[in-house]
C-alpha cells in the first residue's frame, strides 16, 4: 500500500484510511474476516469516533483485531470526539472524558491521532489547548487533527494549540466536490462559485493538513451512493469506461479520483462489504491522467466556465 506522511508529521500512513462506522453491523466473524483483509492488504490505518454505534464499534474493533501489545504495534488508529446527544462539546472535561472512554473500548494506552468531530459553536480553544497539553504529555494521543472545520475555524484553534493540526476530514467525493468547484468557478456568477467553507481545499495546502475526504461513494448528505446509481449515468458510463482502461471497478476509480489530486488526500472508505474494500484499497495503484480527472468531473454534471 503506499502511504504518504501525515500533515507536517513524520507519521507515515496508507493513502487510503479504513472508516469503521459500520462495523457493529457485522457479524463477530466477519468483522474479523473486514479486519484481517484490510491488514493483508496493506491497510492497517483505522478512523473510529466516539459517537459511532454509541462506542459500540469500538469495542467491535478491538475484539475482531484481538487487540494486545503486539497487535497494537502494527496499526494506526485515529478517533474523533466532541459529538454529543442534541450539542457539540469542546470542553476540556469533555475531550478528556471522551479519549479515556475511547482508550477504554480499543483496548489501548494511546491513540495515534485525535480529531475534534464537528466545530463547537461555544468552543474555548483555552480548554482545548489544555486537553491536548494534557493528552500529549500523559502519552494518551500522540497526533491531532479536526474533522469539518474551515480555515478560520482552525486558525482561532492554533492561536491557542501548540500541536500541529495535521489533518482535516471533511465531506468529500465526486459528486460532492463543491471545495474543488470553487476554486475553478473564480468571479463568476454561478452556483459553482459559492465559497461554502472559506477555501478550506487551499488552506489545508497551504499548511500542510491532510484532507482525509469522508463519504467518498456518496451524493448529498448520506442520500446514497452514486457508483452505479442509475440516477447518474452519464457518470457512471465514464468510470466503466476509464474502469476498463485500467483493468479495475468502478469503485476504485472513484477512489482514484480521489487520490490524482495533487493535495495528497487520504480517503477514508466506510463500506464494510469485503469487495468494496478490495476495490477501494486498489485505487492507490492506478493513477488518473489529467484528461481522465477532467472527464469525470465533468461526466458528474460539473461545468467549467
Known amino acids: ?15 487510503v484510511a479504513v472508516g469503521c462506522m459500520r462495523i457493529n453491523q457485522l457479524q463477530p466473524e466477519q468483522a474479523e474476516k473486514f479486519i484481517q ?24 474493533f478491538a475484539q475482531a483485531i484481538h487487540m494486545n501489545d503486539n497487535v497494537r504495534e502494527k496499526v ?40 475534534l468531530h464537528r466545530p463547537d459553536a461555544l468552543v474555548e480553544p483555552e480548554e482545548v489547548a489544555e486537553a491536548f497539553d494534557i493528552l500529549q504529555s500523559t502519552g494518551k494521543v500522540r497526533h491531532f487533527g479536526v474533522s469539518n472545520h474551515k480555515p478560520m475555524q482552525i486558525e482561532l484553534l492554533k492561536k491557542y494549540v501548540r500541536q500541529p493540526i495535521l489533518a482535516n476530514q471533511l465531506q468529500l467525493s465526486i459528486m460532492h466536490a463543491f471545495m474543488i468547484s470553487q476554486g475553478i468557478n473564480v468571479n463568476m456568477d454561478v452556483p459553482a462559485a459559492y465559497d461554502r467553507d472559506g477555501s478550506v ?33 452519464a457518470l457512471n458510463a465514464k468510470m466503466n469506461e476509464i474502469a476498463a482502461r485500467y483493468g479495475v471497478s468502478n469503485t476504485t476509480i472513484a477512489i482514484a479520483w480521489l487520490l490524482r489530486h495533487p493535495a495528497k488526500m487520504q480517503p477514508v472508505i466506510g463500506t464494510t462489504n469485503l469487495q468494496r474494500l478490495e476495490d477501494s484499497l486498489k485505487a492507490a495503484e492506478v493513477n488518473l491522467t489529467r484528461e481522465e480527472w477532467y472527464e469525470i468531473y465533468l461526466a458528474a454534471g460539473n461545468a467549467l466556465p
Open 1 to 15: 500500500m503506499r502511504k504518504i506522511k501525515l500533515g507536517s508529521s513524520n507519521l507515515e500512513v496508507p493513502v
Open 37 to 60: 483483509t484490510a491488514l493483508e492488504l496493506g491497510a492497517n490505518f483505522f478512523d473510529h469516533a466516539d459517537i459511532y454505534g454509541g462506542g459500540a464499534c469500538e469495542e467491535i
Open 76 to 115: 494506526i488508529l485515529q478517533s474523533k470526539c466532541g459529538i454529543r446527544e442534541g450539542r457539540y462539546d469542546f470542553s476540556k472535561e469533555h475531550i478528556l472524558n471522551s479519549v479515556d472512554g475511547i482508550l477504554r473500548r480499543l483496548r489501548t494506552d494511546y491513540l495515534d491521532v485525535l480529531l
Open 201 to 233: 481545499l487551499d488552506y489545508c495546502r497551504l499548511h500542510d493538513i491532510t484532507i482525509q475526504p469522508w463519504s467518498p461513494f456518496l451524493y448529498g448528505f448520506f442520500e446514497g451512493v452514486f457508483v452505479g446509481n442509475e440516477k447518474f449515468p
